[in-house]
């Protein structure tokens, strides 16, 4: 699986727009870009994958350039309920196990 | 009811002693996982398994067993309990070779070696 690279923490205000980048230099022609979140004291869950280009849906996009060696989450108009770790992970679609790195912890603040 | 589940939620053992955590499943997947997470730290994976007669080690299986006793069923084992085995640890589950947005994990076991 291609290592991933993000930043340790970030920390924003209510209703701005939060980007998370990601590094994934050695991604592979068949990786997906997948991100996953975990709250405090819960198991991480999906909250949107791709692979190339840009994919949106209820909670958040994903940009990804045309080299796919990088990628940004953005989370549109941050409550405090999205205070969270977010997860990177690169790998092929079908793969056996989700290997993950420390994340980036979004604290948001009032 | 969680379609995963695990017991107990908190945990405090003593040093060298014996510790099952167990998950259990309503989804139906055949692949079970168990992962630890320790404070800032990422999930890293201890042991997975694909079906009832498959067991595999992940990163960090020394001083771990696990037994998967039904499709549903699959319970991490700590045969002597030390306190760097104080963490998190998550029960995961998936379908067979699952795109990565096919994971369920549980609430998670808060366990203290004292």
């Known amino acids: 699986l291609a290592k991933t690279t993000q930043p340790i923490s970030m920390d924003s205000y209510e209703g701005q727009e939060v980007n998370i980048t990601c590094s994934h230099n050695n991604i592979a022609t068949n990786d997906y870009i997948t991100w996953y979140q975990q709250f405090p004291s819960q198991g991480p869950r999906f909250i949107i994958q791709?692979?190339?280009t840009k994919v949106t849906n209820e909670v958040a996009s994903l940009f990804i350039p045309a080299d796919r060696k990088s990628s940004t989450l953005s989370l549109p108009r941050v409550s405090l309920s999205d205070t969270a770790v977010y997860y990177c992970?690169?790998?092929?679609?079908?793969?056996?196990?989700?290997?993950f790195g420390t994340g980036t912890r979004l604290q948001v603040f009032p | 009811d969680a379609d995963v589940t695990q017991t107990p939620r908190n945990r405090i053992t003593k040093t060298g002693k014996r510790i099952m955590l167990e998950c259990s499943q309503t989804?139906?997947?055949?692949?079970m996982y168990w992962y630890r997470q320790d404070p800032g730290l990422g999930l890293r994976l201890i042991y997975y398994s694909f079906d009832v007669k498959d067991i595999n080690k992940g990163e960090i299986s020394d001083g771990y067993s696990v037994s998967r006793q039904a499709q549903a069923k699959f319970s991490l084992s700590l045969e002597s309990a030390i306190p760097n085995q104080t963490a998190l640890y998550f029960c995961a589950t998936s379908e067979s070779s699952t795109a990565f947005y096919g994971y369920t994990f549980g609430s998670g076991t808060r366990l203290t070696v004292v």
């Open positions: 992970l690169v790998g092929p679609s079908g793969t056996d196990k989700l290997i």
């Open positions: 989804k139906g997947h055949d692949r």
């Open positions: 791709g692979y190339k």
